[in-house]
């Protein structure tokens, strides 16, 4: 705050938590075999059957797609450090979008067993369907709290606040939540955290 500028800026900060509804598996089907043909053939056979197991448990296939395919050739090193091709290698990412945390377990076990062997669990990430209502409450928060801090600086200066002169927000999503997991992929979802900060300028009265 300055005198002859007769304002005062504040950031306030806001945080929302809600339960999580929804998460997004991401998992890959890997593959190795001595031509590029047999691991691109044998990846996305594994990736068929993963994404059979989940529409056997109701899982809806529209909401499993491929977010990437990569193609390596796998080196091998002789005896003398000469360096040769000894095959190639074949991964193929999928996501797969859940909405019944409560099955979350039972689908990431019987993915993982379709696939056996090729099966990669890259891991899972937690929401809520409705972020748009989270992040209103944490910029809600936010504004308060800089409202809050403002008006305490201000009654300091024996001054009060008046017009708003500018505002800048800056939000970002809390920390993803833990999912915890054994042996037999039981699932213990947390939280979702929205997180929001709001810089405001007002004039001083």
């Keep these: ?42 990846a996305n056979a594994a990736v068929r059957l993963v994404r059979a197991a989940l529409a056997e448990h109701g899982v809806d296939l529209e909401r499993s797609s491929t977010a990437a395919v990569e193609i390596r050739a796998v080196e091998r090193r002789g005896p003398e450090g000469s360096v040769h091709v000894s095959g190639y290698a074949t991964t193929h990412r999928l996501t797969v979008e859940v909405d019944e945390l409560h099955r979350l377990g039972q689908l990431l076990s ?4 379709a696939a056996g062997d090729s099966a990669r669990l890259e891991g899972v990430t937690l929401s809520v369907r409705d972020s748009g209502a989270l992040a209103a409450t944490a910029r809600d928060r936010a504004w308060a709290d800089a409202v809050h801090s403002a008006t305490q600086l201000a009654e300091h200066a024996a001054r009060r606040l008046g017009s708003v002169m500018r505002i800048e927000e ?11 997991m054994a042996a037999a992929m039981p699932v213990e979802p947390g939280g979702v955290e929205e997180r929001s900060s709001v810089t405001v300028t007002w004039a001083l009265a």
């Excluded at 998460?23 to 044998?42: G, L, N, P, Q, S």
């Excluded at 019987?110 to 067993?113: G, H, L, S």
């Design 1 to 42: 705050m300055t005198e002859g500028s007769a304002t005062i800026t504040v950031t306030g900060h806001g945080a929302a938590c809600q339960a999580a509804d929804a998460a997004t598996i991401r998992m890959a089907c890997h593959a190795e075999r001595a031509t590029v043909a047999d691991a691109v053939a044998d």
């Design 110 to 113: 019987a993915a993982v067993a």
């Design 170 to 180: 800056g939000a970002g999503a809390g920390p993803a939540p833990a999912v915890r």
